[in-house]
């Protein structure tokens, strides 16, 4: 067993870093506060490839392995959660379309989501249904020779600008799901502001009046929608949650590591109190702990492991709760300080609460998680 | 049953404990069938042996028993072997 990543994920993560501490990390807490990203950002993501970086080559994708992923994925979140999360939620539609979508449907779109041309967005929560995705009230009406899809999706991050959503409805009682691009007639979007944390994730409202999809938009089977199509594009959700939670951990300390040197009460550094040190040591091994699980949960998605499943939550379950706590110190380390704008812990904290109630919520894993214990006794 | 319906057997035994899954025992009439078991059967049957779940697989009646698994692989892998080249 070799804990260590390779020269080419060493060198993948230094673009990463570079590239996030360049061009997110300095206007992060500034598209925090306007709640958007700005367009010429999504350009760069675009020309760097880390839009659809999980589609594979074969679809005209880079097809990165899940480590290097993972490390993407962190290093962005670091800068920025909203602009992670906006990687999050089209490469989750991407791995969906990929895993369980049509020939027609994986050509027509995932070279696009590629090279990022459309972007993907999730439309499964509703004001009515979220961690019970079965209770959707969306509905789906075989109208012949096309789908007529009518209710009211929410929270669907990103949907202010994507192209392309990946729809959960009803039909005849089953769940089904659909690829639905913008310019359907009948599809509106209506932006969601003010929103706690991630708050540059340009959520919105989507509502579904009459709205005509072809019949070829349908993904996989009526009927499994939530068991096969949902889980796919939740279980990438959750990986990549994973790794930005650890991002934001990460932040937390390095943030705190500069503070806690530079910041001088009574006399010596805060570094040099101990109740400071404590705080900083939880936050140390809380991190390295949660980036391990990160990078087995990775490695068994490589190998295509069915325990893949478990390890993926656990980490979402695990490294979701250490960024709220890192975040809750960080926050408790700068003093007033931290809650203020002039520093970025109170945006880190902010954000860290949602990482524990996206992709599954924390109580939805503490049910969930003893489940795949007792399979293996 | 051959090697093929015990490595499945094996497998969804995680599932049904304390209970002797027959080949032909509908497992969604045993009602312990939820999403943990959906995906991670994609896999185990993926992995294990070597086949792709595609789109047009997402039928019940392919994984509705340990026999309708192994039959569900066989076809694959016959189907694989079919367009496979000399």
């Not at chain 1, 779109?109 to 019970?132: H, K, T």
Request: hydrophobic share 45%.
């Amino acid at each position: 067993m070799k804990l260590e990543l390779s020269a080419e994920q060493r060198t993948a993560r230094a673009e990463f870093r570079a590239f996030t501490a360049a061009e997110i990390a300095p206007h992060a807490g500034r598209w925090d506060r306007e709640e958007a990203i700005p367009p010429s950002l999504i350009d760069r993501l675009r020309e760097t490839g880390y839009l659809g970086s999980n589609v594979s080559p074969e679809h005209g994708g880079r097809g990165r392995d899940m480590i290097v992923y993972g490390l993407l994925t962190e290093e962005i979140a670091k800068g920025c959660s909203s602009v992670r999360s906006l990687l999050t939620v089209h490469d989750m539609v991407a791995h969906a379309i990929q895993r369980w979508g049509s020939r027609e449907q994986k050509e027509r779109y995932l070279p696009r989501m590629a090279r990022g041309e459309v972007l993907g967005a999730l439309a499964l929560s509703e004001p009515n249904a979220g961690s019970d995705a079965k209770s959707i009230e969306t509905t789906a009406a075989d109208g012949g020779d096309c789908w007529l899809l009518d209710g009211r999706k929410k929270w669907t991050t990103f949907g202010q600008i994507a192209g392309l959503f990946l729809v959960f409805a009803q039909a005849a009682g089953k769940p089904a799901a659909f690829l639905v691009e913008r310019e359907t007639p009948g599809l509106a979007v209506q932006p969601l502001k003010g929103i706690t944390g991630t708050r540059a994730s340009m959520l919105a409202e989507i509502e579904l009046r009459g709205c005509r999809v072809p019949k070829e938009s349908l993904v996989g089977r009526v009927g499994f929608a939530i068991s096969h199509i949902a889980a796919a594009a939740l279980e990438q959700g959750r990986y990549s949650v994973a790794w930005g939670s650890v991002g934001i951990a990460q932040a937390c300390l390095d943030a705190c590591r500069t503070y806690a040197a530079e910041r001088r009460q009574f006399g010596v550094p805060l570094a040099d109190h101990q109740l400071i040190r404590r705080l900083l040591t939880d936050m140390i091994v809380d991190v390295r702990a949660a980036r391990l699980l990160c990078l087995r949960a990775g490695w068994l998605r490589d190998a295509g492991d069915p325990g893949a499943f478990m390890e993926t939550m656990a980490a979402k379950y695990f490294a979701s709760r250490v960024a709220v706590r890192a975040a809750n110190d960080a926050v408790q380390i700068h003093g007033a300080n931290g809650c203020s704008e002039d520093y970025p812990v109170g945006r880190y904290l902010r954000d860290a609460k949602v990482m524990e109630i996206i992709e599954g919520s924390t109580q939805i894993q503490q049910i969930t998680l003893p489940l795949f214990e007792f399979q293996e006794f | 049953m051959d090697e093929t319906q015990l490595k499945i057997k094996a497998f969804l035994n995680r599932f049904f404990k304390g209970h002797d899954l027959q080949p032909a025992e509908d497992i969604f009439a045993l009602g312990f069938v939820n999403s943990l078991l959906a995906m991670q059967l994609v896999a185990f049957v993926e992995k294990e042996f070597g086949v792709s779940v595609a789109d047009d697989d997402l039928d019940l009646d392919n994984f509705r028993s340990i026999q309708a698994i192994a039959d569900f692989v066989a076809r694959k892998t016959g189907a694989a072997a079919e367009v496979s080249p000399a």
